[in-house]
C-alpha cells in the first residue's frame, strides 16, 4: 500500500465489507502478496461469555473447512468453538418420508461444522492484521466510487480517498458499493420468516443435525458442542410474529410439539431473533473496475445452510482469478478479466438458488400429490447408498472444479497453489 500525496492510497485491490467473505478474500489476496486495502465500519466483537451463543451461525462445509485451513485461520478459530456434526436426519412433517445422512458412509469424520458468524469473522480479522501489505481502514466507510477500464477510485467517509486496480463489494444483502454502481438485482421475497435462537434440549443431540419439513416451513435444529442447539425456524411471516410475542414457556411448548420432541423437551432458550427471507441474484456480478461477492451478489433459502459457503467459494474463485492476473501482468479490473470469474460463478450460484427455491416450494405447502412426490424421494433416496453419497459430498463442496483455496494443496505467499 503506498500514499501518492493527492492521489491519496493506492492498492491493488479495495475490498468495502469486512464481513466473513471479504475477510476471506482478503486474507486469499494478502496471502499472495498483493497490496489490499479492506473498509470496514465496525471491528468484530472480540469478547463475549463463554456460555453465550451467538444468534447467528452458519453450517460450514468440508471446502469452507478447508479454505480457512489454507489461510491459517481454523485452529484460532477451534480455540473459540466449533461444532461437528457428524449425522443429519430429515424428514417431512406431512407423511412418513425421510432420509438420514452418516459421514462415516463416506468416510469422512463428520458432514460439516455449526460455527457462530463472530467466530469466522473474530479470527479472519485479526488475521488479517498480521499481513504488512494489507491495510484495514476502520471505523470508514465508502461514500462515493468511480469506476474506470483500469481501476477504481473511492471516496470515504473519512475523507480519505482510495485507488484501486479492483474495487470488490462485500458488504452484504444491501451493499452500498452495488447500489452505487447501478447494479440491479432479481428475485422475491419468500412468504416467510426465519426465527434463531439457542435452546436447551431435554436429550443430547449427539452431533446430530435434524430438519423437519412443515408446510409453513422448516425448522432447523443445529447442535452446539455442548448439547445445545441453535435453531432456524422458517415459518410464515403473522406466525413468526405470533411466536416472537409468545412467553419463553409458551415458545418452548410450541418448539417442542414443532420438533415432534425428537430431543425431547425444549427446557429453555436464550434471545430470539427474527428476519425475512429473500431470494436475489445481482442482474450482474461485475463491471469494468468492479467485482461483487457473497451476499452483496446473491442471498439464497436458509434452508440446506449454504449462503455463507457459496461466498466463501465467490471468494475463493475471485481469489484466483485476480492473482493470475496480477502475475501475468493484466489490469485486475479489466472485464476480460473479471468476467471469468462471472462465468464460474454465476451459473452455480443461479443453480444453488433455483435447487434451494424448488425445495422451499416442493416441501413449504399441503398438495397431495407433492406431499406424495417428496416422501416418495426421500424415501427412494434414503435406501439408495449412492444417491445418498453424491447428495452428501456435493453438500461438503467435495466434487466437480474448485478454486485453489478450496483444494487441500500448498497456498503460500506468492507461491503454489495458484
Known amino acids: 500500500m503506498t500514499d501518492s500525496g493527492r492521489r491519496g492510497l493506492v ?15 482478503g486474507c486469499a489476496l494478502a496471502q499472495q502478496g498483493l497490496q489490499v486495502a479492506l473498509v470496514e465500519q465496525k471491528e468484530p466483537q472480540r469478547d463475549w461469555p463463554v456460555e453465550e451463543v451467538d444468534l447467528r451461525v452458519s453450517a460450514l462445509s468440508r471446502a469452507s473447512q478447508v479454505m480457512l485451513e489454507n489461510l491459517g485461520v481454523w485452529e484460532a478459530m477451534g480455540r473459540m468453538r466449533v461444532s461437528p456434526y457428524r449425522r443429519m436426519q430429515v424428514w417431512d412433517a406431512v407423511g412418513k418420508g425421510s432420509i438420514q445422512f452418516d459421514a462415516s458412509e463416506i468416510g469422512e469424520p463428520d458432514l460439516g461444522h455449526i460455527v457462530e458468524n463472530r467466530v469466522t469473522r473474530l479470527a479472519l480479522w485479526e488475521r488479517l492484521g498480521e499481513f504488512d501489505n494489507l491495510e484495514r481502514l476502520c471505523p470508514d466507510r465508502v461514500v462515493q466510487i468511480s469506476l474506470e477500464q483500469d481501476g477504481a477510485r473511492l471516496e470515504l467517509m ?36 426465519a426465527i434463531v435462537a439457542t435452546v436447551w434440549p431435554e436429550i443430547d443431540h449427539e452431533a446430530v443435525a435434524r430438519q423437519r419439513f412443515m408446510p ?10 455442548d448439547g445445545r442447539c441453535s435453531i432456524v425456524w ?3 411471516p403473522d406466525e413468526a410474529d405470533r411466536l416472537m410475542g409468545l412467553e419463553d414457556e409458551a415458545f418452548l411448548q410450541e418448539l417442542t410439539a414443532a420438533s415432534e420432541s425428537v430431543l425431547g423437551r425444549i427446557t429453555k432458550t436464550g434471545p430470539r431473533g427474527v428476519f425475512p427471507l429473500r431470494l436475489r441474484n445481482a442482474d450482474r456480478y461485475v463491471m469494468a473496475g468492479l467485482a461483487l461477492v457473497g451476499d452483496a451478489a446473491h442471498g439464497i433459502h436458509p434452508l440446506a445452510g449454504q449462503g455463507v459457503n457459496l461466498g466463501f467459494m465467490d471468494a475463493a474463485e475471485l481469489a484466483d482469478v485476480v492473482v493470475k492476473a496480477h502475475r501475468a501482468g493484466r489490469s485486475l479490473g479489466s472485464l476480460a478479466t473479471l468476467r471469468r470469474y462471472e462465468r464460474a460463478r454465476k451459473g452455480a450460484n443461479i443453480a444453488m438458488l433455483g435447487a434451494m427455491d424448488l425445495f ?3 416441501f413449504s405447502n399441503r398438495n397431495p400429490p407433492l406431499t406424495r412426490l417428496r416422501n416418495l424421494g426421500l424415501g427412494m433416496a434414503d435406501v439408495s447408498g449412492p444417491i445418498k453419497h453424491i447428495i452428501m459430498r456435493r453438500a461438503m463442496g467435495m466434487t466437480g472444479e474448485r478454486p485453489t483455496l478450496a483444494r487441500r494443496v500448498p497456498w503460500q505467499p506468492g507461491g503454489g497453489g495458484l
Open 216 to 225: 409453513a416451513g422448516p425448522l432447523a435444529l443445529l447442535p452446539i458442542d
Open 234 to 236: 422458517s415459518t410464515s
Open 11 to 25: 492498492c491493488d485491490v479495495a475490498i468495502s465489507g469486512g464481513g466473513m467473505v471479504g475477510c476471506v478474500l
Open 158 to 193: 473519512s475523507g480519505r480517498t482510495l485507488q484501486a486496480g479492483l474495487l470488490v463489494g462485500a458488504e452484504g444483502a444491501l451493499s452500498p458499493v452495488r447500489d452505487m454502481a447501478g447494479i440491479t438485482s432479481s428475485g422475491w421475497d419468500y412468504d416467510q420468516h
Open 360 to 362: 422451499k416450494r416442493l
